[in-house]
């Protein structure tokens, strides 16, 4: 099991395309596929290690996610809530001036107007760039600016989820990290997933593209295929002045990332109902296009309608998305499939060729 697994991560290292890489399979239940390949460290000629701890970018989301959920569950909030409701200095407006109500379904689909180019206030941040911005001055400067669209009228990835996060927590009355810890990281014991670094001498060293991959400075400016380019902070995990970002702030490692995924898969476990859960893996976005015209959304990550129409590797109906410091992850409840691949390398671990090599590999391995 894993020839063609083995040979995609094998090239991607010897290609110099990715510099260190983790990959974690299970399905139906169990562990089939267990990897690593290249350098932790390369500089020091350290080999990558089983349960690195990774900067998980916009892996998080998923994570606070099921924290909304879980909280939804308990009667804390409604997916129909107003966000303004909670954040009374959140009140982004449409370009006419007019108001919007946006509502937590509309954070967790994509579908709130809200975008991440916000080159108009250069001291806006997402989720893993550099900032000393607390939920409030970050969020009042977003809500100056016009939204792209009224809410509920089109899809556009977002710093929606970091919003969500400052709704989560208000509610609960501490931080962003307690607020998951006390519903879905402390339940399914990911002791080493939070907004923290549970233990330095796993902290996998992060790399940016290029021909080789170099060790990020801080700040580190990636350019994708588009042209459009990600601010990197690899330091702003250690701050205490940044807002704990919910689409993008918290670390871990793929043995938690696995955990979490495959106790969705299930259902849930103690942590969501079976019945949000359900949802979430589901089309939330109706007709709306998600990221392109094969996919919608549910409120985990895209969901994969058409096989013909996405160049996203994976069965009809599975669930998948990524996160920009090198790391992507899929759920195919057809084929009961959890498949949790980390990298040290941004951004071709996340949306280059190697992870939808890898995909289609695992699949070509199963058969």
């Excluded at 690593?36 to 460290?41: K, L, R």
């Excluded at 390369?42 to 996610?65: C, D």
């Excluded at 962003?176 to 339940?187: F, N, Q």
């Excluded at 849930?268 to 109706?286: C, I």
Aim: aromatic fraction near 8%; charged fraction near 20%.
């Amino acid at each position: 099991m894993g020839h063609r697994v083995n040979a995609v991560m094998d090239s991607a290292i010897e290609q110099q395309k990715i510099v260190g890489a983790e990959l974690l399979v299970f399905q139906h239940g169990k562990q089939i596929i267990r990897r690593t390949a290249g350098h932790f460290d390369r500089e020091a000629n350290v080999p990558m290690i089983e349960n690195a701890i990774y900067r998980l970018a916009s892996v998080t989301k998923p994570i606070i996610a099921a924290t909304a959920l879980a909280m939804v569950d308990k009667g804390l909030l409604k997916l129909d809530d107003a966000v303004r409701d909670y954040l009374p200095y959140f009140t982004p407006r449409l370009p006419d001036g007019s108001e919007a109500v946006i509502t937590i379904h509309h954070l967790l689909t994509h579908t709130s107007g809200l975008g991440y180019d916000y080159s108009a206030d250069p001291l806006i941040s997402g989720g893993v760039g550099p900032t000393d911005n607390n939920f409030e001055e970050n969020f009042t400067r977003v809500a100056k600016l016009p939204l792209n669209f009224a809410p509920g009228t089109a899809w556009l990835y977002s710093v929606a989820i970091d919003v969500l996060g400052a709704v989560l927590a208000k509610i609960h009355g501490g931080t962003l990290d307690e607020t998951a810890k006390t519903y879905v990281t402390g339940p399914l014991g990911m002791a080493d997933t939070g907004f923290f670094v549970s233990d330095l001498t796993r902290l996998a060293k992060p790399y940016a593209d290029g021909a080789p991959p170099h060790q990020m400075r801080d700040p580190e400016p990636v350019m994708n295929a588009e042209g459009n380019t990600t601010v990197f902070s690899p330091k702003r995990i250690f701050s205490a002045k940044a807002f704990q970002s919910g689409g993008g702030g918290m670390a871990g490692t793929s043995s938690d990332m696995a955990t979490f995924f495959e106790t969705m898969r299930k259902g849930g476990g103690d942590v969501v109902s079976e019945a949000l859960v359900r949802r979430a893996f589901t089309n939330q976005t109706g007709g709306l296009l998600g990221p392109d015209a094969g996919r919608s959304f549910g409120y985990f990550g895209s969901i994969i309608e058409d096989t013909s129409r996405t160049e996203q590797p994976g069965g009809r109906g599975a669930a998948n998305w990524g996160g920009v410091y090198g790391h992507s992850w899929l759920v195919d409840h057809a084929k009961e499939l959890t498949i949790v691949s980390m990298t040290n390398t941004a951004l071709e671990g996340c949306t280059g060729v190697y992870p939808k090599d890898l995909i289609r590999a695992v699949y070509d391995d199963l058969t």
